[in-house]
């Protein structure tokens, strides 16, 4: 299921103080540390390694991104894979790309960021609501021990589908419903990963959260300011939020009734 990638020798590097014209995100991360960090990787590493390094140096690492196993991770899945053919050129800049149907595959440093402030573990099972693409299901497949992902779009389940199967991430299962509502039968997860924005928190999705465990949503009305946030659920009853920035993302489309 892990990428192939060759082994190279990372340093961290200073936070970028702003975010590129392509993207909508105000996010501005902290200056990080710098110790070594290493990604692993083997000897036959794809055409594609050398600009999947550049984009975890520059857009991830560069970016204030720390955990070094969200790093590895952002450095072995083959975003290219994940993005149409026409767009293959930019599958490792640093800004979302259109998918079709109106939806988008994130920028690689908001994967990140969502990744990394989850928590996840190596025994932990995740939600994802919006597979979009599977690019995100897919970091965090490299990462957890169950990714379930839920998208509305049955064309993206399909497609989203295949390529995770080709990939190797067997330990993702894709299914075709309304995110807002979760997935109940799987419920409870470590952590959840909203990667569309509602316009308030689903209670559902709250109710579905393991204690103790992170969900990383986007909120906020279409096309406006909408706000990244960390929601922790500390008890049967109460949530605490952590507000980790602004964010423009697509809305969480809804099931008509």
Same mark, same amino acid.
């Given at each position: 299921m892990?990428?192939l990638l ?7 590097v200073?936070?970028?103080s702003?975010?590129p014209p ?5 996010i501005v991360?902290?200056e990080?540390a710098k110790?070594t ?8 590493a794809?055409?594609y390694a050398?600009?999947r390094y550049?984009?975890v ?5 560069g ?9 590895e ?9 994940? /993005?149409?053919?026409?767009? =293959?050129? &930019?599958a490792y ?5 259109? $998918?079709?149907y !109106?939806?988008?595959?994130?920028q690689p440093?908001?994967v990140?960021?969502?990744?990394q402030?989850a928590?996840?573990?190596a025994?932990?099972?995740v939600?994802e ?7 995100q299901?897919a970091v965090?497949?490299e ?13 993206l389940?399909?497609?989203s589908?295949?390529?995770?199967a080709q990939l190797g991430?067997?330990n ?6 309304d995110?807002?509502f979760?997935?109940?039968?799987q419920?409870p997860f470590d952590a959840i990963?909203?990667t569309a924005?509602p316009?308030? /928190?689903p209670?559902?999705? =709250?109710? &579905? ?7 990383? $949503?986007?909120? !906020?009305p ?10 922790t659920?500390?008890?049967e ?6 507000n980790?920035g602004s964010?423009?993302?697509?809305p969480?489309?809804r099931?008509?009734?």
């Amino acid at each position: 299921m892990k990428g192939l990638l060759f082994l190279v020798l990372v340093w961290l590097v200073t936070a970028c103080s702003s975010v590129p014209p392509e993207t909508t995100p105000t996010i501005v991360a902290n200056e990080p540390a710098k110790p070594t960090v290493l990604i692993s990787t083997a000897e036959n590493a794809d055409a594609y390694a050398p600009l999947r390094y550049e984009m975890v140096e520059q857009g991830v690492i560069g970016w204030g991104i720390t955990d070094e196993a969200v790093i590895e991770a952002m450095g072995t899945v083959p975003r290219h894979e994940f /993005v149409p053919a026409h767009f =293959v050129d &930019q599958a490792y800049d640093n800004h979302p790309l259109p $998918i079709g149907y !109106g939806q988008t595959i994130s920028q690689p440093y908001i994967v990140a960021l969502m990744t990394q402030s989850a928590e996840v573990g190596a025994e932990d099972k995740v939600l994802e609501v919006g597979t979009g693409s599977g690019y995100q299901a897919a970091v965090l497949a490299e990462l957890v021990g169950q990714v379930y992902s839920v998208e509305i779009i049955s064309a993206l389940v399909e497609q989203s589908q295949t390529d995770l199967a080709q990939l190797g991430y067997d330990n993702v299962t894709v299914r075709h419903a309304d995110g807002y509502f979760g997935w109940s039968e799987q419920a409870p997860f470590d952590a959840i990963v909203v990667t569309a924005a509602p316009d308030h /928190v689903p209670q559902p999705l =709250v109710q &579905q959260l393991k204690i103790g465990g992170h969900m990383i $949503i986007p909120v !906020g009305p279409v096309g406006g300011f909408q706000t990244l946030w960390r929601v922790t659920r500390v008890s049967e009853e109460e949530v605490q939020t952590e507000n980790l920035g602004s964010v423009s993302f697509v809305p969480l489309t809804r099931e008509e009734r």
